[in-house]
Each structure stands twice: as C-alpha cells, then as structure tokens.
C-alpha cells in the first residue's frame, strides 16, 4: 500500500531563511505521481507541483524548487528567501498510476515564516 | 472561470443526525473526489466520481456515501453522525479521471458534530 511520511510537522523559520520540506514515499507501483499542495488558512488546498516516476528533473519556480529522488524514494521542497506569506501547511500527496484521482496525503509540515 | 464551490460552508449538526454537503466542480470538468481532514488522521480520500461512476473508495464506513449528478455536481451523505464525524470536508474537482491530471480542491465544508 502508498503511503507518505512528512517527518517535520512543524518548521519555524525566520523572514529571508531558506527552508527545506521532507516527503519519503512509498509504492509498489513503478508508475506514480507525485504532488505538493499548500493549506494556507483559509483552507483550500493549493496545487504547487506535480512530478510523474520517470522525470527526475529538478524543477524551479521562481523562489521554490524540488528535489525528487527515486534512489531514496524522496520529493524534497525548498523555499529560497522565505517571505511571511508562505506561512502555511504544505502536504506531500503520492498518487498511483491506476487509482484515478486518489490522493494518498502526508502528514502535512506547518511552515511559519516570522518577519 | 469559477473555481469548485461547496455549499454550505459551515454546518453543526448533533449526533445521529445525517447531513448532506454539495460540490459543484469547475466548468468542463468530470471527475469530482471527496476527502476528509481532522487533526488527528490527517487528509483521508472517501471517495471519486467520474462520469456518474464511483471509481474508487476509501477505507470509511457505509454511513458515508456520495453520487454525481449528469452536470458532475457531487454530493456527500454522512448518515447517523458520530462526534468524530467532525472536520473538513474537502471536493477536488478534476477534467477527466487520468492520474496524471491536477486536482482542484474548494474550500472546504467544516461539520461540527455536537
């Protein structure tokens, strides 16, 4: 069975820090889909990536980046030069090749930036 | 483009009560899935729709159950409520049913059971 472990349930960074996002998965499946998502207070869930098994590529997006490697079964997230609006809940979500659109959901990281 | 809307937003309820909680997906789109949020399990798929169809469900009770409408509008049905029935509840609407496809969540519907 999928599953996906957030081992940071709470980071506490200071304005301008970098900051790092742990996602470990696991899957049988050899054809899978990765995903991030922001919370922020409000509620409604953000899409921010998503990173099929066969493109390891790392991707950047303005300040943020993501570090996916299937040798160590990780999908890292980095914010470069943190603002104050990034204060959020970010979820890693895994979702395999014939289950549709389900998502299996990490733990989620709450991420507080302070000015 | 209108993104998902769930109605209503906020709802308490008292326990053995049902309720039921409405998802209208973005415009186009087909595949409408349900999940729940608490503080203790974290974000739980229940269940998606496509095409009128229950595609796939997730490890809860019968007491929870859903349909699609022929204009992808998705409703929920959480019958005898239990107080950990509590949460957000989350629809993410989708253009088709392909894992690969970006899932758009609305903004919740928060059930209190008292």
């Known amino acids: 069975a999928q599953k996906v472990t957030q081992a940071q349930t709470e980071i506490s960074v200071v304005e301008k820090e970098d900051v790092t996002l742990d996602c470990v998965y696991e899957?049988?499946?050899?054809?899978?889909?990765l995903f991030w998502y922001k919370q922020p207070p409000s509620g409604e869930l953000v899409f921010l990536i998503r990173?099929?098994?066969?493109?390891?590529q790392n991707e950047i997006s303005g300040r943020y980046s993501w570090n996916f490697q299937k040798s160590t079964s990780s999908f890292n997230f980095t914010i470069t030069a943190s603002q104050v609006v990034d204060s959020a809940v970010y979820f890693c979500a895994l979702s395999e090749n014939n289950a549709g659109n389900m998502l299996t959901f990490g733990g989620g990281t709450r991420l507080m930036v302070k000015p | 483009k209108a993104g998902v809307t769930q109605t209503p937003r906020y709802l308490i309820k008292t326990r053995g009560q049902q309720v039921t909680l409405s998802c209208s997906p973005i415009s186009g789109h087909r595949s409408v899935s349900w999940y729940q949020q608490t503080p203790g399990q974290g974000l739980q798929f229940l269940f998606e729709y496509f095409s009128e169809t229950q595609r796939n469900k997730g490890n809860f009770p019968g007491r929870f159950s859903g349909r699609q409408f022929s204009n992808s509008r998705s409703e929920m049905n959480v019958s005898t409520l239990e107080l950990g029935d509590s949460a957000l509840y989350l629809c993410?609407?989708?253009?088709?049913?392909?894992?690969?496809?970006?899932?758009?969540f609305g903004p919740g519907t928060r059930l209190t059971v008292l």
């Open positions: 899957t049988r499946d050899t054809t899978y889909y």
């Open positions: 993410a609407s989708s253009f088709t049913g392909a894992t690969r496809n970006e899932q758009f």
């Open positions: 990173r099929n098994s066969f493109d390891e």
